[in-house]
């Protein structure tokens, strides 16, 4: 192909049509090249021709090829539809949108599915890929095309990312449509088994499927060898995936072989030994995003935070569409306590996020916990006072993809809206909007669905409810969502809060011990300190009302004991609290109403 960009990882692919620069970067598992002898059909002579055969074997004919052709531009359909009558394909379904091009699938699959990565608004070509496959809507025998005319470094790894069967680029002609097809087709056909197992989430099958077919296959060996061992760090068998890709490089360099030995150095321990593979491999292909990555955890094992924070800030640079990078990214940058990247970071993610299968609202939730926690180490009222601003826009971003889910959108918006009266020193306000919207699952917080629970947690150690958001952090599922938890043990570390809650629980148990000891007055100063410390405490609110109402008892003729009870019940009327929060609270107000 003239003025072809090769990719050199995994066997490199011929990136065909328009003309640019070369791309050095990480090729998908399905994204194969390898050399073909196309030959010309033998001639035969004028005796052959007259002879036929004895007992000539009737062969079937080849079942019509079915394709589905996804792009919006009708002047594009028309090019296809010529080109690809001319090589013998006449069954075309022509679809225009990504949702319409699903429910095709739903109902009917195809043999090819020629995918153009920009559809418009909505979902683009990458993101419908992943949903289909999602899905399972791709039988295991079907090839996938993904054409685009954005040659762009950004675009290119996009669409790779994605692992379609082929990438090309427009405009290409008949003839590399056609030659790119049938090497793609020939590869299924090969590898069958192997797809079928990978389609089917089989390991052990793939495994097994890879062994078999590196060894029928030579042309094939490499591929599979890598596939084989990649699968066999997923089954936990380091040591066996280590082995093998030590013998394929014994033999030969190979990026993706290279990349693969990182791997299972790391999942070894074998950090330092990982870092010097993963470093090799970016020598020879520095847009190998991948091998940023594996380095970068390599890197945060042997406890270098910022070099490895740098290395995943490179790989993101060089694929900026990728949701994998971008998260980790943010997970690293909060960790660090780097709010400030960490803000922006999210914010691209929620944007990538918003039409593919990888929305979720930790991303909203995770950014507004990180423009608070931005806020106040910052000490700057400016970006307090924007808070607001930057949540009702980040919350229009992705509120329509999230309405048309299961996800219980509405609620989600009452506790985004809660944090942020909360971060805006409105705490009763942000208190009251909070338990409101928790209300459903009060009695029963273990029914309440995990990405409203890790928002509440959220809020709650924002509000100063430390005792009941620690409470709910351990329904939280062991694998919950990794952005989510870390998300809460930040907020848990960070120097503010956690002088805050420190001091707050300091102020509290001295008060427990003071009214043990019957010294009341001492016990109510202490509890006052801590609901300065913390003023929407439930805890410390309570603990405050129980004293007071001692002190009503033991001084009936000081009415200012009454009345800072009575406006400390007040502040905590109205409010859905917990079950064992409101059977104490009713238990005080019933008390307070015989005292008085």
């Known amino acids: 192909d003239q003025g072809r960009a090769m990719i050199f990882c995994r066997p490199p692919l011929v990136l065909a049509g328009k003309t640019g620069p070369p791309y050095h970067?990480?090729?998908?598992v399905c994204g194969l090249w390898w050399h073909t002898s196309p030959t010309s059909p033998q001639r035969l002579d004028a005796r052959q021709m007259q002879t036929p055969d004895p007992a000539p074997e009737?062969?079937?004919?080849?079942?019509?090829?079915?394709i589905l052709l996804v792009n919006e531009q009708r002047s594009f359909q028309m090019m296809m539809k010529a080109m690809l009558i001319n090589i013998g394909i006449s069954r075309i379904t022509y679809i225009n949108s990504a949702d319409e091009a699903r429910r095709r699938c739903q109902k009917e699959s195809f043999d090819i599915y020629l995918l153009d990565y920009e559809l418009g608004a909505g979902e683009n070509g990458r993101q419908l890929l992943e949903s289909l496959r999602d899905q399972q809507l791709i039988p295991p025998q079907s090839v996938v095309i993904m054409v685009s005319s954005d040659s762009s470094r950004a675009m290119v790894l996009s669409a790779l990312e994605a692992e379609p069967d082929e990438y090309l680029m427009k405009p290409f002609s008949q003839e590399q449509f056609s030659f790119r097809l049938k090497r793609a087709l020939a590869r299924r056909q090969a590898l069958e088994?192997?797809?079928?197992?990978?389609?089917?989430?089989?390991?052990?099958?793939?495994?097994e499927a890879c062994a078999r077919q590196a060894d029928a296959a030579p042309r094939f060996a490499n591929f599979c060898r890598c596939l084989q061992a990649d699968t066999q760090l997923k089954l936990g068998q380091a040591k066996e995936a280590r082995s093998l890709m030590r013998q394929l490089l014994a033999a030969?360099?190979?990026s993706w072989a290279r990349l693969t030995l990182g791997k299972a150095c790391y999942r070894l321990a074998l950090y330092d030994e990982a870092v010097s593979h993963l470093q090799a491999t970016l020598k020879n292909t520095p847009l190998m995003v991948e091998a940023h990555l594996w380095l970068a955890e390599s890197l945060l094992s042997l406890g270098k935070e910022e070099l490895a924070q740098q290395e995943l800030r490179r790989a993101v640079d060089i694929s900026p569409q990728s949701v994998q990078l971008s998260r980790r990214l943010a997970e690293v940058c909060l960790q660090r306590h780097d709010y400030g990247q960490a803000k922006d970071v999210l914010l691209a993610l929620i944007d990538l996020s918003r039409n593919s299968i990888?929305?979720?609202p930790h991303y909203l939730g995770a950014y507004i916990q990180t423009l608070t926690l931005y806020a106040l180490n910052s000490n700057d009222g400016y970006h307090i006072a924007n808070l607001q601003k930057q949540v009702n826009s980040a919350?229009?971003?992705i509120r329509d993809s999230l309405m048309m889910s299961e996800f219980n959108y509405p609620v989600f918006e009452q506790i985004c809206q809660a944090r942020v009266r909360i971060a805006l020193g409105e705490l009763l306000k942000g208190k009251k909007m909070l338990y409101r919207a928790n209300q459903n699952w009060l009695d029963k917080p273990e029914t309440m669905p995990p990405a409203l629970l890790g928002e509440t947690i959220l809020a709650l150690y924002q509000l100063g409810e430390f005792e009941y958001a620690e409470s709910l952090q351990s329904l939280l599922a062991q694998d919950e969502d990794r952005l989510l938890t870390t998300c809460i043990q930040v907020t848990r570390d960070d120097k503010t809060v956690q002088e805050r809650r420190q001091r707050y629980q300091q102020l509290n148990d001295l008060g427990i011990k003071a009214y043990q000891?019957?010294?009341l007055e001492q016990a109510l100063g202490h509890f006052r300190e801590a609901l300065r410390r913390a003023p929407a405490n439930t805890g410390a609110a309570l603990?405050?009302?129980q004293v007071l109402l001692q002190l009503m008892q033991k001084h009936r003729k000081s009415p200012e004991f009454g009345a800072e009870c009575k406006e400390t019940l007040e502040v905590l009327e109205g409010i859905p609290l917990n079950p064992a929060q409101q059977d104490r609270f009713r238990k005080l107000r019933q008390e307070f109403n015989q005292i008085a």
Not at 25 to 28: A, H, N, S, Y
């Open 358 to 360: 990888h929305r979720t």
């Open 58 to 66: 009737k062969k079937a004919q080849p079942k019509p090829r079915r």
């Open 517 to 519: 000891s019957g010294e």
């Open 395 to 397: 919350l229009s971003r």
């Open 193 to 207: 088994s192997v797809f079928t197992a990978l389609t089917r989430d089989d390991l052990p099958a793939l495994v």
């Open 252 to 254: 030969q360099e190979n």
């Open 543 to 545: 603990n405050k009302i």
């Open 25 to 28: 970067v990480q090729l998908p």
